[in-house]
């Protein structure tokens, strides 16, 4: 099983990114697929999930209106379209597979004038 996190990086406030997760050694088609945030000294929060029939279940208030997950099957890729970034969205950013139990290695996001 891989999962492999790409599209952090620095962006000034207000700004946009969107992270892409590419999926292999399982049958993504069958998986939700969800998407976690870790700032320095805090734990792990959910910021986004998606049924494998590309449903949204929701989001968090922290992030909502601001952030969108989309998935591509016919790529194995699950994506996180993140729209007027604050500081405080500032975190390493992880995909992660609950169907197989498994975590991507994570991608930075700092958001910083």
């Known amino acids: 099983v891989q999962l492999v996190e790409s599209g952090g990086g620095l962006v000034q406030p207000g700004g946009s990114l969107r992270l892409s997760c590419a999926a292999s050694?399982?049958?993504?088609?069958?998986?939700?697929m969800s998407w976690y945030r870790q700032a320095p000294g805090k734990g792990r929060e959910l910021v986004a999930s998606?049924?494998?029939?590309?449903?949204?279940?929701g989001y968090p208030g922290s992030v909502k209106g601001r952030f969108t997950i989309s998935r591509d099957n016919a790529k194995n890729t699950v994506y996180l379209q993140m729209n007027s970034l604050k500081s405080e969205d500032t975190a390493v950013y992880y995909c992660?597979?609950?169907?197989?139990?498994?975590w991507g290695q994570g991608t930075q996001v700092t958001v910083s004038s």
């Open positions: 998606i049924t494998r029939y590309g449903v949204s279940a």
């Open positions: 050694g399982f049958t993504f088609s069958s998986a939700d």
């Open positions: 992660y597979a609950p169907y197989v139990n498994y």
